[in-house]
């Protein structure tokens, strides 16, 4: 069979990493094609809890090949660390496990440094960005100034290529910012370490590996970061990442062609949630029910430790991740955390300038004055989390579930009830 996408379809930690991890206990290849070290996925198996930033969740299951393809942002130190600390922890213990591209963008300190120091500038009118760096990395890969994580490797011409790309940056930080300026030499000693403990993974044409898992006809999963309206293009600019996060970035950020592609699985939260700044209509601010949320939900960022903001599941916008995406199938992450609430809300359109809109907007400012329109459900008291089949689902869970998939048109073929790999329901399989 093609290779499957796996994508955010809100604006990130939607569940992505649980529901990687548990299709991979099937699947042969895990891919990361974009993003950074701005991730955060949380797999909880055992009770126990592991955050992988840049390696693919498909690293605990020891048959996976996980792949980290050209389009990431690589940040060789955080890279170093959930590598040993993955080791540890007994996982990761044969280097073939995990491949990275020769081409994926090296993320150093003074892109962190950089992102920092802006968003300290910009104040009030900050992103909010996860400060790994993630922007100023992607500003060079397009400007062409960027080392690649195949340059870590010829240690003759590192300093010189560090100095080369330092000129501008340690001018920007010093005398723009006022942070202290960044050393080539001292930065070359460090990375020429880090290249011997990632010598191990380098794989000098992972797209080749892939095209050939694809041909013979292995279970390939390519597992999105971040989320749809995170996207650099189609987001809610200028509050997003600097990545492409939709669908068609998989092929972009792998380099595989689109007809290699089978399904397209979104994952959403039966609510929302957004870290950082920027419009999010259905956002229940100093409301009780935003609290219920944050506390029962555990909303808050594994890379950063931000407080999530917490609103209703949002159907306009869930309507243009299909569209923008191609989602074929939905997963529906966290539906326990509603257990309890009396009443609850699905948002089915905006009112926008006095009428009422089905499809997201995307002029600029358009979200920002959307108003929600909402279809009112009677909630269910009980605890759901113990349930292991999705016909025993509470009636009135059932019908939140069913009315979310016919007012989407699109099937929702997996539920999650809890982080456990086990609190998984399957409508449909996957492969
Ligand atoms: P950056 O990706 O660090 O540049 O941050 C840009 C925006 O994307 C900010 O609003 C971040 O909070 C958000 N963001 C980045 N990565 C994630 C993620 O993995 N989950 C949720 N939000 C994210």
């Known amino acids: 069979m093609g290779g499957i996408i796996v994508i955010g379809a809100q604006w990130g930690d939607e569940g992505k990493g649980k529901v990687v991890d548990v299709f991979s206990a099937e699947a042969d290849y895990v891919i990361r094609y974009q993003g950074g070290a701005n991730a955060g996925h949380t797999l909880t198996v055992d009770g126990k809890k592991t955050i992988l930033h840049l390696i693919p969740s498909g690293i605990l299951h020891p048959h996976t090949t996980c792949i980290i393809g050209s389009g990431v942002v690589l940040d060789v130190e955080t890279l170093h ?4 600390t993955l080791q540890k922890s007994g996982f990761l213990q044969r280097p073939e496990q995990l491949l990275i591209s020769d081409g994926a963008t090296v993320l150093l300190p003074y892109h962190r440094a950089l992102d920092q120091a802006r968003e300290e500038k910009r104040g009030l009118s900050k992103i909010g960005t996860t400060g790994k760096g993630i922007g100023p990395a992607y500003e060079d890969r397009a400007s062409r100034k960027a080392l690649l994580f195949g340059d870590l ?6 300093e010189a290529k560090l100095e080369a790309s330092l000129q501008e940056k340690n001018f920007l930080l010093e005398h723009f910012y006022q942070k202290p300026p960044f050393s080539a030499k001292e930065l070359t000693e460090k ?3 880090l290249s011997e403990q990632l010598a191990p993974y380098r794989c000098k044409n992972t797209s080749q590996v892939i095209y050939k898992a694809l041909s013979a006809k292995k279970k390939v999963l390519f597992e999105g970061a ?3 309206l995170l996207d650099l293009l189609h987001g809610t600019y200028p509050y997003v990442t600097s990545s492409s996060t939709i669908a068609g970035s998989a092929c972009v950020g792998s380099g ?6 089978e399904k397209v699985i979104g994952i959403t939260k039966a609510y929302t949630t957004r870290v950082g700044a920027g419009p999010f209509p259905t956002e229940l601010k100093n409301d009780p029910i935003g609290e219920w949320l944050l506390n029962k939900g555990h909303e808050y960022g594994s890379t950063t430790g931000r407080q999530r903001r917490c609103g209703w599941l949002d159907l ?3 309507r243009y991740a299909i569209r923008i995406n191609g989602i074929t199938h939905l997963a529906l992450m966290k539906l326990d955390v509603l257990s309890g609430l009396e009443q609850l809300k699905i948002c089915t359109a905006y009112e926008l300038d006095g009428k009422t809109i089905t499809d997201y907007p995307v002029t600029p400012g358009a979200l920002e004055r959307a108003k929600t329109i909402y279809k009112e459900m009677p909630g269910w008291k009980e605890d759901i989390s113990y349930i292991r089949s999705a016909k025993e689902l509470p009636k009135n869970c059932l019908n939140y579930v069913q009315t979310i998939a016919s007012e989407l048109g ?3 073929d997996v539920i999650s009830v809890g982080p456990g790999r086990e609190q998984t329901l399957w409508i449909r399989p996957l492969f």
């Open 81 to 84: 660390e959930e590598i040993t």
């Open 153 to 158: 490797f010829h240690h003759d011409s590192l």
């Open 191 to 193: 990375i020429k370490h």
């Open 226 to 228: 971040q989320g749809s």
């Open 256 to 261: 595989i062609g689109p007809t290699s592609i």
């Open 316 to 318: 306009v916008a869930l």
């Open 410 to 412: 699109t099937p929702i």
